[in-house]
């Protein structure tokens, strides 16, 4: 066997994916995670790839940008497309997965590969290999252990953070089915969600005592540092009353068969796993102390007996300020041999930090042979990341999800129902081209 010369630290969504490319690339490579000598304030699990929040990859449309995203990963031979395909949960038309075998799948994949070496144990310091001829990719998350994440900060000088919130996790018999029904969003067949009715006064009480209850509290000079795309529920109820109501608890096509209407408002419910004996609360990522979050969830109708597998939470999400630090290869700037993935890089969600593992992966593989790195064409899902990661104005840089408005503009007019098929097919053509190009498959 060629001596191992790329190592990754991180055995999460990136860093599995990273290690899978690089091995189908014939390179060996071994792969630290600090799990399960040390956990994360919200990782419990000793399986690589584990889920901290939501179970969803959200939507599967390739006419939307994080469909778009997942067909380009698809195409590139992706092992965590691959798991989420084979532990699929019915979710209407997103991409949903049972999280146990999910990790289980991704975690026998990589433990079984001949080309893939596993650690578990925890690196606190970066790697000074500037000079030598071997390669690092850092894929250590959000939440990246304390001592490693100082060593990230005097390497790049900054200290950049926010915060994400975690939602709660339901036991599904605790669930009262004669208030709750079952639909998807404008979907005429059985539907995949469980919806939780409420009229105007339930809802106006609801939000009454969101407005009032008690909230874990932050340190002055850390408030109001959210994600926009990932809200906590009382954040939104503070802009505004009907807020909710045109967000997570939009109740447009989805009428309550007992009232053949669209109630006030309506918390969905999101199968966790495949038995369906837990329910995701859908967008209630909450910063209630654990106590008020039993107390106002079992306000909502169908819920007041609800006991919570999992409570909402709150945490410290860092990252570094991509334009500053990172070349479109996402190698730094101050270290080629030094390679970024993940959350880490200033991309946001699951899809999008795995995607930013795929890409590392190929390059780490591609330096290793001495081969040049590459950067997709801007006009794919992975172009517009990168274009946003290394090309937006430093003082205005902060995560973001893959969306429509990172692609390039399109260039002329046209009916917005007809966007999102013309920028798909324009990225797939794209990627296509690019892959017989760069050789990449
Ligand atoms: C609280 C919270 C909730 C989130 N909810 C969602 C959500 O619902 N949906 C969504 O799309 N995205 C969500 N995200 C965002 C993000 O997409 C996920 O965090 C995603 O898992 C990031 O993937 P990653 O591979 O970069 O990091 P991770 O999946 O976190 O993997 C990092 C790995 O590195 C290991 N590690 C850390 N430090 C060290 C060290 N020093 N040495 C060795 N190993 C180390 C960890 O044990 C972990 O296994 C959330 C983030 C947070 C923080």
Redesign the pocket.
């Known amino acids: 066997m060629t001596e191992t010369k790329i190592t990754i ?7 599995c994916e990273a290690a899978w490319q690089i091995a189908k690339r014939d390179c060996p490579v071994i792969l ?4 399960p000598l040390k956990f ?1 304030p ?2 419990s699990s000793e399986m690589l790839a ?1 889920l ?3 179970n969803s990859f959200r939507s599967d449309n390739p006419d939307s940008a994080v469909g778009l995203l997942k067909e380009e990963m698809r195409l590139l031979d992706s092992l965590i497309m691959q798991a989420a395909h084979a532990t699929s949960v019915p979710a209407g038309k997103a991409l949903a997965v049972d999280r146990h075998s999910f990790a289980s799948f991704i975690t026998e994949k990589i433990n079984s590969h001949p080309l893939i070496t596993v650690i578990r144990e ?3 310091r970066l790697p000074d290999d500037a000079d030598t001829d071997h390669l690092t990719i850092l ?7 304390s001592p ?1 994440a100082s060593s990230l900060q005097e390497f790049t000088g900054q200290n950049l953070s926010f915060y ?3 939602a709660p996790i339901v036991e599904a018999d605790s669930l009262n089915r004669d208030i709750i029904y079952q639909a998807s969003r404008y979907d005429d067949g059985p539907g995949d969600y469980l919806n939780c009715p409420m009229n105007r006064d339930e809802y106006d009480n609801f939000i009454q005592a969101l407005a009032t209850a008690e909230k874990v509290p932050l340190k002055e000079f850390e408030k109001k540092k959210y994600f926009e795309g ?1 809200l906590p529920i009382e954040v939104m109820q503070e802009r505004g009353d009907n807020t909710l109501r045109f967000g997570p608890m939009k109740p447009v096509g989805l009428p309550d068969p007992r009232t053949g209407h669209d109630p006030y408002a309506v918390v969905q419910l999101r199968m966790e796993n495949r038995e369906g004996s837990h329910y995701n609360m859908v967008g209630f990522q909450t910063k209630l102390t654990y106590g008020e979050q039993k107390r106002v969830f079992r306000m909502i109708p169908g819920m007041e007996q609800a006991q919570f597998a999992r409570l909402g939470s709150i ?1 410290r ?1 860092t990252f570094v300020c991509g334009p500053e630090v990172l070349q479109p290869t996402l190698q730094c700037k101050k270290n080629k041999n030094l390679l970024l993935a ?3 890089t200033g991309v ?3 899809v999008e ?1 795995t995607a930013m ?1 795929l890409l590392a992966g190929i390059n780490a593989a591609r330096l290793n042979k001495n081969e040049q790195p590459v950067v997709p064409p801007p006009e794919t899902a992975f172009g517009a990341l990168i274009i946003h990661l290394t090309e937006t104005l430093i003082k205005r840089f902060q995560p973001s999800n893959i969306n429509f408005g990172l692609f390039p503009p399109i260039g002329r007019k046209m009916p917005k129902r007809e966007r999102g098929p013309f920028r798909s097919q324009k990225a797939l053509a794209a990627i296509n081209d690019w892959f017989k190009k760069e050789s990449l498959l």
């Open positions: 630290i991180g055995g999460g969504l990136a860093g630290y995670d600090m799990k994360s919200v990782h584990e901290v929040c939501s925890e690196i606190t894929a250590t998350g959000p939440l990246t252990s490693l994400d919130a975690i990932c945490h999400n993940g959350q880490l946001e969600g699951y930090s593992g």
